[in-house]
C-alpha cells in the first residue's frame, strides 16, 4: 500500500509501469491495479537484526538458530559502497548475495537497508549533489532488480538523523530536508523495477523522533514517497519506569498519532527495525531475565496495534565477550550462538504474536496488572504480567469449572491445571470450584484454553518477592 491513498498509488503504479516499459523497450497497455487498504490480519513480522553482511557469525548456524527462535524476518543491509567499488560499475558481492538467498530458502524474510555512503560521491557524506542521488538511485534499482522475489522490504538509510556509519567528518546528524530529497528520487526508482515491493522510509533514531527530525520530513511530504515508516524505539538508558515496555509502547502509539495527523487521519503501516536491552552490566544495562521479559511484553503490546507490521529485536547475536559494553551485549544468543534467556521466550511467543489475533485488554482493578486476550489456532491465550516489575498473586474466576487450562510462565514449561483454590496459607480451609490463583511477575505468564467466562477475581500484591524474575 502506498501511504496517502489511491490518487497518488495510481499516480506511482502508472510512473513505475511507465519507466518500466520504456526500460524494456516495450510498448503495449499499461494495466494499473488499485491498491488496496491494508487489513487488520496483516502480517506482523517478528525479527532481528543480523550483521551477516559483515562476516558476523558462521551463516548456516545462525539461520538454524534463528529459525529455532521462530524467528521469520531478518533486517541486514548491502552498502552501496560494497555493490559499486568502482565508480559506475555494479557488483553483488559474493558474501551478500549468499546470506539473502540462502535465508529466503529457508522461509526468512528479509529487509535489507539501502545506505551508506560511496567513497566516489560527494566525498564519502550523505548523497546530497545530483550526481551522487543519481548515483545512489542506480544502486538501489539494481540491488532490487538483483535479488527480485528473495526480497520483499526495502528499508531507505539506517539512522540518517545521527549519521551511523559514516566516516569522519561526516559523522553526526543529517537533515531531514537532504533525506527527503533523496526519498522523492528514490523512491520511483525502486517502485519502477518493482511495484511489489515495499519501501520504508525513517530508520531514525528515538532521539531523532524526540527532536523533530521524523516529523520535519512528514511536513516536507515523506509519505508521498514511501509505503511505510519505521523507527527505532530504544529506551533502555532512561530510568524506569520510562525504560519499561509499556512507556515505549505508549511512546510508539504517540508516533503513530503524529503519522496519521499527516496521512488524513489514516493509518500509516508502522514498522519498528531495531529495539532491544541490552544485557552488559553496569550503567544502563539490563538484568538477562529481565530483559527476556520486556521482550515478551513489548512484542505482545505491539498486537494491539493494527497498523504496526512487525519489530526486528537488536539484534540476535551479541558482537562480542566484554559484558562491560552495551554494543557486545544487545543479542538473544552469545557470540558462540548459546542461548540468552530472551531466546527461549521469543521461541515460546513469536508463533502467537506473528499468527495470533488480538482480541481486546481484560479489564482489572489493578492499574500495574496488565492482561491482553488473544485468539490463535482456535485457542483463547491471554498474557498476564506485572507493569511494575512486582510480583503479584491473581486470582481468576470462571463461569465453568470443569475444564483446565494451560499455564506458560514464558520460557518455562507450560503445564496443565484444573480449577479450584484454597487459601490455606491465608487461613482459610475452604476450597472454592471456580477459582485459580498464578503468581506473575516481569514475566508475562500464557493461559490458554477456553477462556469463556473468565475474569480477574482479586490482585494482591506480593512485595517480599524480588521483581528480577530470576527464578
Known sequence: MVVKGVFRAIRFAVLGCLMAASAYGGSGAVRVTLPREPRREEVFHVGACTHFSQGKGVLEMNLQSIRGAGIKAIRDEVSWGGVERTKGKLEMPRRYDEYVRRAAAVGIDVMLILGYSNRFYDKGDRPRSPEAIEGFCGYAEFVVRHFGKDVRLYEIWNEWDIGIGLPEPYRKGGSAEDYVKLLKKVYPRIKAVDPGVTVIAGACTSGGVNRGWLEKTLQLGALDFCDAVSIHSYNYSAKFPERGPEACSAWMSKVQAMLRKYNEGKEVPFYVTEMGWPTHTGRSGTEAELSASYLARLYLLARTSGSFRGIWWYDFQDDGWDRKYNENNFGLVRPDLTAKPAYYVMADISGLVAGGRYAGALETKDENLRALKFEHRGRDFWGIWSSDD??????????RSDGYVTIQKLGRRAYRSTWGYRDWAGGSGEFVRDRLSMVVGPRPVLISGDLSG??????????????????
Open 390 to 399: 512486582k510480583d503479584r498473586q491473581v486470582i481468576l474466576r470462571t463461569e
Open 454 to 471: 473468565v475474569s480477574v477475581a482479586e490482585t494482591i500484591l506480593r512485595s517480599g518477592d524480588s521483581g528480577a524474575d530470576k527464578n
